[in-house]
Every structure is written in structure tokens, then in C-alpha cells.
């Protein structure tokens, strides 16, 4: 499965979409190797719909639904490493490939706090890290130390110290 | 927290309506201790929508969104211990507790391949299962036991063998 830089930096742009939003900034882009189109894009709305589960792949996931693509023929883009409940579901819906930025240290499904893939039996997706992960580090750190209303305050206050 | 049998037996009522729809068995009740009412229900419809994160707690969750309730004052009940995705979404949200009837050896994120609530550092949520778990097993066996055209191929075989 090869890597687009291209596609990752429309990942990016979502994810500048989240953060003037008021969101954690992560976006991602689901492309469909057959088609080679993309067939979704989206960003975290945690926020904007006071749901947690709303991150930027189940955005997606919801539109690849009314789409004519299959999963086995999505890749997907992302600048953080997707949570263990996202990496979860990639698995389940066993997308081609997961390309995705920098680590996710408190919840990443991909290596970070576990590697789902390795604990699913019926894992067929490839999950790579690391791609433009210092811009993905910057854009995280613009957001939490930013004076954004919606940062959690303990990092604000952190930010201050 | 105190569990409810009556709201385990709503649970397995759930799951009752997705084998004669032709899905996996899990069911679901979404119970609000504030309210005293059940504010979601819902089974598996994985096959029905080919969506494969549909599962009966991710039906209930989208319920949950459009009533009044806070998620730290819902109780979570359902026959099946939640896969590692449903289970980490339940702790993103904060719901109170879940208590779930038997094991699910393949994908259980809440003990059986991992406690998804131990490496999450948001977790406030109590997991507690085996509930009714003779009975939830049943219920699976008479799934892929049986000739239903939507369970795996592998599993109709060794029903036969």
C-alpha cells in the first residue's frame, strides 16, 4: 500500500478546520484505491455535538456508508493515531490501510497505549505511523496551549505554569 | 451501583429481536439512574446496515443523543461483554457502569483480550459481568449453531461437523 503525502496534507487541512472550530485538531481523509478518489473527510466534532465518540474517522466511517466504496479498498489518512475505540473499528470494517501522523500517547490504538490490530483475530488492516509527526506534534501543542475555551483546563492552566 | 435483573432480561429481550432478524445476538438497555427510565434499547444490526461498528451499544448511544440524559448517569446493560471499540467508547462518554452477561473471548475489551478501563486514564466507568451468562452463551451457540445465512461460513461448518 503506497503513501501519499498529498492525501496526508488534506488530513492536515481538516484538522485546521477542527481547530479554528474549537476542536482537537485532528482530520482525516478516506480514499478509495479503486476509484482513487477521495470519498470522505472529516474532523473531530467532540465538541459541536457534545459526543465523544464523534472523532474524525467515525465522521468518516458515516460517509463512506453512503458511498459505493468498499472497505477493503479505503485508505485512510489521519494526523493523530486513531484511539483504540477508532482502531477498533478500522479493524471491524477492515479498511486496506491506516496511515497516520504522530503518536497518541493517552489513548493511540495503534502502538501508543496497545496495538488493537495485533489483538483482533480478524485484523486485515496495515497501520503505519510517523508521517510529518513534528507538524502533527505542533498543531496538538497550538491547541492546548492555545487559550482556546475548549481546551481541557488543567492543560490550559499548564500552559500558563 | 446496583444492577437491575429486570433490566438484563430488557437486554436479552434485545437481543432476542436481532437472532430473528438474522444478527448476532447483543442486546442492549441504556437505563438513566436520574430519570429512573430507559432511555435507549437497541441490538445489533451489523448485518442489516453492513456496517460492521453497528453494534447494539453504538445504536443505543445515538438514542441516548437525542434525550435529555447525561452520560454519568447511565447504566449500561447488555448480554455480551462489549467489544475493545464499544467498551472504550462507553468509557470516552463516562456512562456509570455497564454490566454485561457472558465473555466474548474474541473481541472482549472489558477483560477477556483486554480491560480497555485500566489503560484508559479517563476511565470512570464500572465494568462488572457475568450476568445471566449460561443463558448469553445459549443464546450465541443458537446463533452459529443454527443454518443462519448471516453467520460466518466457518462457523455454520463446525456446527455440522
Redesign the interface.
Known sequence: MEYSDDLMLEAFQEAQLAIDGGEVPVGAIFFDIESQKIVARGCNSVNA?????RHAE?NC?DQV?TSTSR?ENIVVYVNVEP???CA??LV???VAAVFFGCNND??G?CGS??K?SD???SNRTLFKGGFRQLEAVDLLKKFYKGENPNAPIEKRKLARD
Open positions: 455535538t457534545k459526543n465523544a465518540t467515525f466511517i456508508l472497505w484511539c483504540i475505540m477498533s473499528a471491524d470494517l477492515k493517552r489513548f490504538g497505549v496497545l488493537v489483538l483482533l483475530p
